[in-house]
């Protein structure tokens, strides 16, 4: 478990901000999907903020990509 990794969700009016820290790798793509899809609705809206993340590899963009 990578502990440069960390999320914290906020609701904020309408929307959901999900706030990504650290490193976003193979190693911990399993805990951002856990963290993004009991959150996923049909009418929610989520923010990813990202500015806190350092490194992002494929595998975590290819998931974005699928969430989306």
Not at 3 to 26: C, K, L, Q, W
Not at 52 to 59: A, I, K, Q
């Amino acid at each position: 478990m990578s502990p440069r990794f960390s999320t914290n969700v906020v609701h904020e009016g309408d929307a959901i901000v999900i706030y990504v820290s650290g490193d976003v790798d193979i190693a911990v793509v399993g805990r951002l999907r856990d963290v993004i899809e009991p959150n996923m609705g049909p009418e929610q809206t989520i923010v990813l903020d990202l500015s806190g993340v350092e490194f992002m590899d494929s595998s975590s963009l290819r998931y974005l990509v699928q969430a989306r």
